[in-house]
């Protein structure tokens, strides 16, 4: 087969785990990758140029601006304006070169605040969204619309896949712009090499969350990008929404979450919720039975995917 796949962000959370996930099927896939300094997607010349001179087959937009609450609320309009630049210039380049199928890589925060649970794809646009995030989320919640009119329009396969929290090889420890279970990790982290008697938590604690593991998302890609095109097609029927949930099923509280991350890293003090600070969406389960049904679920052991990624952010730290 040999596919060509332009995978963009690759040097992300998620689009890392992707490269890896096809670079271990060389007879499947030919990856195509290229560094921001080298192609910036923000710019639509650009953007298109690369897409005329490699005319990849397929397409994996794991390019986005990410962060956490906090920079969600301090940074809206980068949020917003940069998402939707991006999937407009990768959306119009994949279209104008005829690219075969695309995967369109959303969040979970596209969904309702307080919809409920766990999170069919049919729930989204039923209700407000969450305010920390507002931003962002209206841009992928464009992106996915984007998917369905191409379908709807040019008979495109075009698919979004909406990925549950995010963690593992690769991902962002920065103290203050990163998600909650990388922040944790730094912060107990630090909190254990200072010696400090306690670590402060944003929130009351009470909020749920699922998380999956960046490696099993990025398997799930690869399974979808090697099933056979007239498979693929039948998930992006213009007459339904091409959208599709990956997670693993299961969720916990961010208290039991700060727990456990607090055991794996070797925290021994006490843990505060700071119940002043924002909580954001109560809880959010996604429903996987559309991808199950199709064969494929995840597989990583939670505790096994935190101690890999403490030893990745460890190794990160001996190289600053």
Known sequence: MNQSVFVAGHRGLVGSATLRALQKEPEAFRPIVRAHSELDLLDSQATMAFFEAERPDSVVMCAAKVGGILANSQLPVDFLHNNLRIQLNVFEAAFSIGVKRLIFLGSSCIYPRDCPQPIREDYLLTGPLEATNRAYALAKIAGVESCWSYNRQHHTNYLALMPTN??????????????????????????????????????????????????????????????????FTRLTEPE????????????????????????????????????SKPDGTPQKLLDVKKIEALGWKASTNFEQGIAVAYEDFLSKLSTQ
């Open 240 to 275: 339904n929404a091409p959208l599709m949930n990956v997670g693993c099923g299961f969720d916990m509280t961010i208290r039991e979450l700060a727990q456990t991350v607090g055991k794996i890293v070797g925290y021994n003090g006490r843990i505060e919720f700071d119940a």
């Open 166 to 231: 995010m963690y593992g090889l690769g991902d962002n420890y920065h103290p203050t712009h990163s998600h909650v279970l990388p922040a944790l990790i730094r912060r107990f982290h630090e909190a254990k090499i200072s010696g400090a008697t306690a670590v402060e938590v944003w929130g009351s604690g009470n909020p749920r969350r699922e998380f999956l593991f960046s490696e099993d998302l990025g398997q799930a890609i690869s399974f979808l990008l090697r099933m056979p095109i007239s498979s």
